[in-house]
């Protein structure tokens, strides 16, 4: 029973770890870097080379053999977001689709700071009447 289970674990380690060979370290570099920058489809939020799922493989494989073929990376980039759409991006590219993406996250901060500059400034504006003020000093005296 034991021996079964190590063996079940020891055929899982590996799955998932592609063996590419690379002409160059250049390129063993680039392929790094490039399946780093691309969301697997499945997984949403992990990247292909952080991701098991089959899509994952898939397009790690295109990656490889867009690279043997000679393709700059920004081919790559095109090929993949051609294919994928932009989410397939990590940092989409600002077009008229994605500028909400790009600018909510500046417009919340800048509401947000208006918002606290508009409640400091009406707690500042308070002002007592002359009963009101005597009774608060005689509740903190």
């Excluded at 294919?83 to 909400?100: A, C, E, H, Q, S």
């Amino acid at each position: 029973m034991f021996v079964s289970a190590l063996l079940v674990l020891a055929l899982g380690v590996g799955v998932g770890v592609d063996d590419f060979q690379f002409d160059s370290q250049t390129n063993a570099d680039r392929y790094s870097k490039l399946i780093e920058e691309f969301r697997c489809p499945k997984c949403l939020n992990t990247n292909l080379a952080g991701s098991d799922a089959p899509i994952a493989q898939d397009l790690r494989r295109a990656v490889y053999r867009l690279i043997n073929e000679g393709k700059t990376d920004q081919e790559i980039r095109t090929y993949m977001r051609e294919r994928y759409g932009d989410f397939i991006l990590y940092n989409p590219r600002l077009t008229p689709k994605t500028v909400m993406l790009w600018f909510t996250p500046l417009l919340l901060v800048l509401v947000g700071a208006w918002l606290i500059l508009r409640l400091k400034d009406r707690r500042s504006t308070v002002t007592l009447t002359t009963e009101e003020a005597e009774r608060l000093r005689n509740l903190t005296s």
